[in-house]
């Protein structure tokens, strides 16, 4: 597609309940990065994949938090027993391999309410 | 590690005023800066970036940007803005050797105001 796509857009959930998030990346994107946007803070920085090398999972803040991707498609993010403070704009981008950081391309996320 | 500081969470300002977005970033090596803008429901979009070479980069809408080694700094700067510019910007940086992850400050909120 034209652009990065996640779905959904938003997505309201019960504390305790597991979530999946979807993202489409631009095709030919090898890389993919998952941010999260909490109100009034930063993006913080979740999870890298690059092709088949083994995904850099640094960002993520517990074991709750898991991603997949296979080969160079769609990605999941997936938040077991949610809690409140998972509340947050979950952002997903893409990049072609070579051309660094500039090369980003973001989508327009998705909204998690956890009630 | 690196870090980037946005000082002001809000800045309001009348239309066809001058505004200037500061921007402050630590790191220990060589640093790639950007700036994103982020339009309400939209996903985020790149303004401008700093690479190398010259210090003063401008980008889409009348946006530009003043690299400042010695403090540290990446201001953005519109002399005249538009009610259209109203979003939330963001400044990141990348180190050299930092696999291309980017580091994000808390945002600015530009508001706009006729």
């Known amino acids: 597609g034209a652009g990065v796509s996640q779905s959904p857009s938003n997505k309201v959930t019960e504390k305790g309940k597991d979530v999946e998030l979807r993202c489409d990346p631009i095709?030919?994107?090898?890389?993919l990065y998952w941010y999260r946007q909490r109100l009034g803070q930063g993006l913080e920085f979740l999870i890298y994949f690059q092709g088949n090398s083994a995904p850099d999972k640094s960002g993520l803040p517990s074991d709750r938090f898991s991603a997949e991707r296979t080969g160079e498609s769609v990605s999941t993010l997936t938040i077991q027993r949610t809690q409140q403070e998972d509340s947050a704009v979950y952002l997903c981008?893409?990049?072609?391999?070579?051309?660094?950081?500039?090369?980003?391309?973001f989508g327009s996320g998705t909204r998690l309410t956890v009630v | 590690a690196q870090s980037v500081t946005q000082l002001d969470s809000q800045v309001p300002v009348f239309e066809e005023a001058p505004v200037e977005l500061r921007c402050n970033y630590s790191?220990?090596?060589?640093?790639?800066l950007f700036w994103y803008v982020q339009y309400p429901n939209q996903g985020l979009q790149l303004l401008l970036k700093?690479?190398?070479?010259?210090?003063l980069v401008k980008g889409i809408n009348g946006f530009e940007a003043e690299f400042n080694k010695s403090q540290t700094s990446f201001h953005l700067r519109k002399p005249s803005v538009h009610i259209s510019d109203t979003a939330e910007y963001f400044c990141a940086v990348i180190s050299t050797g930092g696999g291309n992850k980017l580091t994000f400050g808390t945002g600015t909120q530009l508001k706009v105001e006729l």
């Open positions: 700093y690479l190398s070479g010259s210090t």
């Open positions: 095709s030919g994107h090898t890389a």
């Open positions: 790191s220990s090596v060589s640093v790639y």
């Open positions: 981008a893409s990049r072609p391999l070579l051309t660094g950081a500039y090369g980003y391309t």
